[in-house]
């Protein structure tokens, strides 16, 4: 049944993929046990096996691994209100803690954890049909969502070489800073990510914030209104995964139409309808009006502006009962029409189109916006502006030594983020009829 595997990584990505389950269980009419309390629709349970698996008694457990390098984390799940959802072996956790130090999550704490991780992995994916592929969710700043994540996820390329690799990414924000080695963290994070995963998907709590304080007019947003946006985004990429659709996709067709270089992978992200409450009855939900705000920069959830550079691709998701096909390509055909130079010219046919007739929870249709722009080069560039002040000062540097890290591998990931932040610029600036790009495409095709 093409099966997805969710691994939650660290503190961001456990509260993260809480909201998301919340979000799934009351789109699948499921209660906080996992017993099927729905109103009997098929299609809540006709493809409800692709995230869950169905244990005895009618209970569906989720196909995903709670990992982090401290028990708090997991104490807090296991005593909150999803605490029955999932399985009691799958929950796995150090003692000590990675301290916001990539290279504990990646050499020392993370890796005596690794082995009783891949065990659960094989037992999940063996519980599988045919898994289709896995999705991690952690954060870049942190000790083990950027090194256990970045652990994990070049031991899965390894182990199941042919699945599909999506992560979500909570990226540093460009103002608010949670740790002070944030741009060492994302920094060697990024290696991994530019290496081992197929699809990217790049969020920020500044921008995050930025839409819940000028979009949705909420002054004071706490962390998990911000982890419900994030969950709608995540839970709108899956639907057609989840539900029967009229066009359906899937993370490796998202891939392919996603992707036209294999590192040019990391993807923004948006939802709409956002609207601040009690402006409802000014606003016409209808298919233009979606399109409309799913293109808006203000609707971003990473902190670029998609202004400033050129769209490769976009997919877009429709959810709802009355979203008609002929309208999305109209208004899909307007949006480039009307900013055609917003989108590079040499992929002709740069949108792609899902649909599904079931809208989410509380609302009658809804649009969720997949763009990959070269814009995103914003976030890299700030970020490695940030790692270059404090490495040329060697700052902090003696505690990533103390766990076996060299410096070497600091040179290493920052050329690797070096050479992403050029070969977007690259693409930005091509033209349809750009010889030069054709040849190092094809000596870049002949080496692979």
């Known amino acids: 049944m093409r099966e997805i595997i969710t691994l939650q990584t660290g503190q961001a990505g456990n509260q993260i993929a809480s909201a998301y389950w919340q979000s799934l269980l009351v789109e699948h009419g499921l209660d906080n046990n996992?017993?099927?309390?729905?109103?009997?629709?098929?299609?809540?349970?006709?493809?409800?096996?692709?995230?869950?698996?169905?244990?005895?008694?009618?209970?569906?457990?989720?196909?995903?691994?709670?990992?982090?390098?401290?028990p708090a984390t997991m104490e807090t799940i296991k005593g909150g209100p999803l605490g029955k959802l999932f399985r009691p072996d799958n929950f796995i956790h150090g003692q000590s803690g990675a301290g916001n130090n990539f290279s504990k999550g990646f050499y020392t704490e993370g890796a005596e954890l690794l082995d009783n991780i891949m065990e659960q992995l094989r037992l999940e994916t063996e519980r599988c049909d045919l898994v289709q592929g896995f999705q991690l969710i952690h954060s870049l700043g942190g000790g083990t969502g950027s090194g256990l994540g970045s652990l994990l996820?070049?031991?899965i390329r390894e182990e199941y070489p042919d699945r599909m690799i999506a992560t979500w990414s909570i990226l540093p924000s460009p103002k608010v800073s949670d740790t002070v080695v944030e741009p060492y963290n994302a920094t060697l994070c990024f290696h991994q990510l530019v290496e081992?995963?197929?699809?990217?998907?790049?969020?920020?709590?500044?921008?995050?914030?930025?839409i819940a304080q000028k979009t949705l007019k909420n002054s004071n947003p706490d962390y998990d209104f911000?982890?419900?946006?994030?969950?709608?985004?995540?839970?709108?990429?899956?639907?057609?995964?989840?539900?029967?659709?009229?066009?359906?996709?899937?993370?490796?067709?998202?891939?392919?139409?996603?992707?036209?270089?294999?590192?040019?992978?990391?993807?923004?992200?948006?939802?709409?309808?956002?609207?601040?409450?009690?402006?409802?009855?000014?606003?016409?939900?209808?298919?233009q009006e979606l399109t409309q705000q799913m293109f808006s920069p203000l609707n971003i959830f990473a902190a670029c502006d998609p202004r400033l550079g050129r769209y490769l691709t976009v997919a877009a998701i429709f959810r709802g009962q009355n979203v008609a096909s002929r309208d999305v390509e109209e208004s899909m055909y307007n949006v480039q029409q009307r900013n055609d130079a917003y989108f590079v010219e040499w992929i002709p046919n740069r949108v792609q189109t899902s649909l599904c007739s079931i809208p989410?929870?509380?609302?009658?249709?809804?649009?969720?916006?997949?763009?990959?722009?070269?814009s995103i080069q914003e976030l890299f560039k700030r970020t490695h502006a940030q790692?270059?002040?404090?490495?040329?000062?060697?700052?902090?540097?003696?505690?990533?030594?103390?766990?076996?890290?060299?410096?070497?591998?600091?040179?290493?990931?920052?050329?690797?983020?070096?050479?992403l932040i050029a070969e977007y610029q690259q693409y930005e600036q091509a033209s349809a009829d750009d010889e030069e790009l054709e040849e190092e495409a094809e000596e870049g095709y002949e080496e692979e």
């Open 196 to 210: 081992n995963s197929d699809e990217t998907f790049c969020l920020d709590n500044e921008a995050l914030y930025d």
């Open 34 to 70: 996992g017993k099927y309390v729905g109103n009997s629709d098929a299609y809540q349970t006709e493809r409800l096996n692709v995230f869950f698996s169905e244990a005895s008694e009618a209970k569906w457990v989720p196909r995903s691994l709670q990992l982090d390098l401290e």
């Open 153 to 155: 996820l070049s031991k």
């Open 226 to 287: 911000l982890n419900a946006l994030i969950s709608n985004v995540i839970s709108g990429c899956t639907t057609t995964l989840r539900f029967p659709g009229q066009l359906n996709s899937d993370l490796r067709k998202l891939g392919v139409n996603m992707v036209p270089f294999p590192r040019l992978h990391f993807f923004t992200c948006g939802f709409a309808p956002l609207v601040a409450p009690g402006t409802n009855s000014y606003h016409k939900l209808n298919v």
């Open 360 to 374: 989410p929870a509380g609302l009658r249709m809804s649009a969720t916006f997949i763009g990959n722009s070269t």
């Open 387 to 419: 790692f270059a002040a404090m490495f040329r000062r060697k700052a902090f540097l003696h505690w990533y030594s103390q766990e076996g890290m060299e410096e070497l591998e600091f040179s290493e990931a920052e050329s690797n983020l070096q050479d």
